[in-house]
T-cell receptor, first 115, second 116 residues
Framework: AQSVTQLGSHVSVSEGALVLLRCNYS??????LFWYVQYPNQGLQLLLK??????LVKGINGFEAEFKKSETSFHLTKPSAHMSDAAEYFC?????????????FGKGTHLIIQP | EADIYQTPRYLVIGTGKKITLECSQT?????MYWYQQDPGMELHLIHY???????EKGDLSSESTVSRIRTEHFPLTLESARPSHTSQYLC???????????????FGPGTRLTVL
């Protein structure tokens, strides 16, 4: 079984400031980890993913995340926030054992960008 | 670019009506999923399919049913809608053929259902 905890339902940063969205997971098998972004009235768009290999993964729109097994974390960062980054962000985990049982999502973090 | 479509995008309907939410993907993905998302909440898996003629219940119990007669089509049906069914429903698909597979799921735009 897997679970995801996203710390902070709302995060507010100034335009140009560092964005840090926290995600911790639990998984009984080696995890596959994902960050998705959701804009209002839209579906989810994949930002980045970790499956195997390099633990620092780069995604679209300047986002990156680092898989830290010892901390069971997969925090999302972006060096400089842009107004267009305002959205809902979801961290998700899937066990690497195969199957089609879907992703387990966190509750989401609403990112607010202050001008 | 992902090609997964959902119709309708918005639906307002009265209690007791039968509804079908459509989901189609043109990527030839073998696996498809339905998630339910309440406002400000995480997504919960309600149905998934490994392929044609395969359907399974997800983590969250749902009164809806699904079918998978064709690879590209995965409709969700509510026989008798109730206000408790008011939610956003998101369809997704993934391709896992091959040694590693791609693992990520591609999402449709969602259907926002309101039952009065």
């Amino acid at each position: 079984a897997q679970s995801v905890t996203q710390l902070g339902s709302h995060v507010s940063v100034s335009e140009g400031a560092l964005v840090l969205l926290r995600c911790n997971y639990s998984s009984s098998v080696p995890p596959y980890l994902f960050w998705y972004v959701q804009y209002p009235n839209q579906g989810l768009q994949l930002l980045l993913k970790y499956t195997t290999g390099a633990t620092l993964v780069k995604g679209i729109n300047g986002f990156e995340a680092e898989f830290k097994k010892s901390e069971t974390s997969f925090h999302l960062t972006k060096p400089s926030a842009h107004m267009s980054d305002a959205a809902e962000y979801f961290c998700a985990v899937r066990g690497s054992g195969g199957g089609a049982d879907g992703l387990t999502f966190g509750k989401g973090t609403h990112l607010i960008i202050q001008p | 670019e992902a090609d997964i479509y959902q119709t309708p995008r918005y639906l307002v309907i009265g209690t007791g009506k039968k509804i079908t939410l459509e989901c189609s993907q043109t990527m030839g993905h073998d696996k498809m999923y339905w998630y339910q998302q309440d406002p400000g909440m995480e997504l919960h898996l309600i149905h998934y399919s490994y392929g044609v003629n395969s359907t399974e219940k997800g983590d969250l119990s749902s009164e809806s049913t699904v079918s998978r007669i064709r690879t590209e089509h995965f409709p969700l049906t509510l026989e008798s809608a109730r206000p408790s069914h008011t939610s956003q429903y998101l369809c997704a698909s993934s391709e896992t053929r091959g040694r590693e597979g791609r693992h990520e799921q591609f999402f449709g735009p969602g259907t926002r259902l309101t039952v009065l």
